[in-house]
């Protein structure tokens, strides 16, 4: 029986090259060189990279795009973010929300995105976003997985009616249980949150990310507390702490115990660079602290780190194109991880790390996963970083979703293994 495509001369990010991907009924069936097989259509990759699509672990999707509504963040701060979408919310239609995460969906499935964890506001009464963005899931599922965190934005407890509202997201389908607790109103406060919202998790079933400690303050202490909620609990492999910019600041000391603690409680982390780096150290003279929480030494620890986008053309970032491989680069030059092995794990951090964090089924490049994958103009994953290199076809089950033209900038370099020359097109 004939195969529906073949992906012919792939390379792929672990470094395999002269690959024949063979898809089928939506899933990866063949995966070797010179397949051979009949098929209904065969692309000839020539040498570029077929990855898996970006995973943004880390997103908002009921604020995206909507810049200068009501009115520009003047400061640029992470508190004046907060203040400007609370004058935003009562404003908020559904239709509104509905219109503008669609298009930012359009934009994220031409950038390769596959998944994206959106969290959804619950501190408002209506639930507006809330009711908006699973109308959103439902209607972009064909073509992009929208994985949903009920997140109470003005606090847990310091927002008036903001547990039931969460309780009530959650009721209505949202799939994943959020927080902030470095936002309540005392560090007692924000421990005790951390503890109630493991508790609701673990009844019912469910995976946790909550905003974490994203202060300057060295002493913000709620990922040590996530991490201890989660062991007794039993949540391992089902808890991220999003941000944990605080560890930055942190005494060295304490953070030498505290890496092996997140590492045995199965804690997961999402550092989010292009927004880290403008949001934190606003307090700060000079030196200015950067903010990025410590991504490198996290990873050696052996906790898993994801890379989120976080926010694009909203009340906190006037800017973003909802691409990965920038994210993946400003991570790459804020945490310095210059470094070939380095620079390849920030690649791991924007696909298989968040897929795994995000539970994702069926995500990768090997027989029996679903054909969602992407064909880049770029010869190995530090070449896609270095170039943010255009995505040339997006797959979602073995279907072309999205197209783009080559662009006319690459360099041919003798020397490096598998380098794909710009002059080659690619043939279909
Ligand atoms: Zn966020």
């Known amino acids: 029986m ?29 995966l070797r060189p010179q397949l051979g097989a009949p098929a209904r259509e065969t692309l000839d990759c020539s040498g570029r990279l077929v990855t898996p699509p970006f995973v943004d672990s880390h997103f908002h999707m009921d604020a995206t795009l909507s810049l ?29 929300v509905v219109e503008r995460a ?3 969906c359009d934009l994220a499935v031409a950038q390769g995105l596959g998944a994206i964890r959106s969290h959804v506001d619950v501190c408002d009464p209506k639930l507006t976003g809330v009711r908006a963005l699973l109308e959103v899931r439902q209607r972009v ?41 470095h936002f309540e109103r005392t560090m007692a406060d924000g421990a005790a949150s951390v503890g109630d919202l493991c508790q609701i998790a673990a009844e019912r079933g469910l995976l946790v990310d909550l905003h974490c400690d994203e202060t300057d303050d060295p002493l913000s202490r709620h990922i040590e507390t996530l991490a201890c909620e989660t062991q007794r609990l039993g949540l391992a492999g ?26 045995e409680a199965g804690v997961a982390a999402i ?34 780190v994801a890379f989120g986008h976080d926010c694009v053309m909203d009340p906190w970032y006037s800017l973003g194109m909802g691409d990965m491989l920038e994210v993946a680069h ?28 995000l539970h994702l089924e069926g995500y990768g490049v090997a027989p029996g996963c679903s054909a969602d994958l992407v064909v880049l103009d770029a010869a190995d994953p530090i070449d896609a970083i270095r170039t943010k290199a255009t995505r040339l076809r997006v797959l979602r089950r073995g279907k072309t979703i999205a197209t783009a033209p080559p662009q006319c900038s690459r360099l041919d370099l ?12 690619m043939a279909g």
């Open 271 to 304: 550092a989010n660079p292009l927004i880290n780096i403008v949001i934190q150290g606003r307090h700060d003279s000079y030196p200015k602290r950067r903010g990025l929480t410590r991504v490198p030494e996290m990873m050696a620890a052996g906790i898993p």
């Open 330 to 357: 400003m991570a790459i030059h804020v945490a310095q991880m210059t470094s070939f092995d380095a620079m390849r794990s920030c690649f791991d951090a924007i696909t298989t790390i968040p897929a795994a964090i």
């Open 2 to 30: 004939a195969l529906d495509l073949i992906l012919e001369r792939a390379s792929l990010p672990d470094g395999r090259s002269g690959v024949d991907i063979g898809i089928k009924d939506g899933r990866i069936v063949e």
């Open 141 to 181: 599922a064909p073509y992009l997985t929208l994985q949903l965190v009920a997140f109470p934005q003005d606090g847990l407890y310091r927002y008036p009616g903001a547990r039931d509202l969460l309780l009530q997201a959650l009721d209505m389908g949202v799939e994943v249980v959020g927080g902030i607790p």
């Open 102 to 104: 669609l298009a930012y």
């Open 414 to 425: 003798p020397g490096r293994p598998g380098e794909v020359g710009r002059s080659r097109p």
């Open 68 to 96: 200068g509504i009501p009115r520009l963040n003047r400061s640029g701060t992470l508190l004046e973010g907060i203040a400007l979408w609370s004058e935003l919310k009562p404003l908020l239609t559904e239709e509104a």
């Open 238 to 263: 089902r808890v991220t702490g999003s941000h944990l910019t605080s560890m930055h600041s942190m005494d060295n000391y304490y953070v030498s115990k505290l890496l092996p603690l997140i590492r």
